[in-house]
């Protein structure tokens, strides 16, 4: 599964900014049939999960973590086979690297990542 994740760079403090990943070789179908996530990693920190969107069947239910809650919203595109990570009133904590993921039949693949720099 190929991910493409775009949008990151660097925003002040407050500011706002709108990651995408985008599975550009999946039909719609099968784009539909996974779950994606949003995780990030800060510089020296362990990979935490920013929050979840399911598959199509299961609703496109989403969840965010408490770490970013009220200040994220995830949804999904179908049609166009992206998820997006809006972000708001970001904070410095925020700066890391921000990946997606797809997972499916308990089989996880990986984007590349997108770096967020939120200078204070």
């Known amino acids: 599964v190929q991910l493409q994740a775009s949008g990151g760079g660097l925003v002040q403090a407050g500011g706002s900014l709108r990651l995408s990943c985008k599975a550009p070789?999946?039909?719609?179908?099968?784009?539909?049939?996974?779950?994606f996530s949003w995780y990030r990693q800060a510089p020296g920190k362990e990979r935490e999960l920013v929050g979840s969107?399911?598959?199509?069947?299961?609703?496109?239910?989403?969840k965010y973590a408490d770490s970013m809650q009220g200040r994220i919203t995830i949804s999904s595109d179908n049609s166009r086979k992206t998820v997006q990570l809006q972000m708001t009133s970001l904070r410095p904590g925020d700066t890391g690297v921000y990946f997606c993921s797809a997972d499916r039949d308990g089989q996880r693949s990986w984007g590349q990542g997108t770096l967020v720099t939120v200078s204070s």
């Open positions: 969107i399911s598959s199509v069947a299961s609703g496109r239910r989403i």
């Open positions: 070789r999946m039909i719609t179908s099968v784009f539909n049939g996974y779950d």
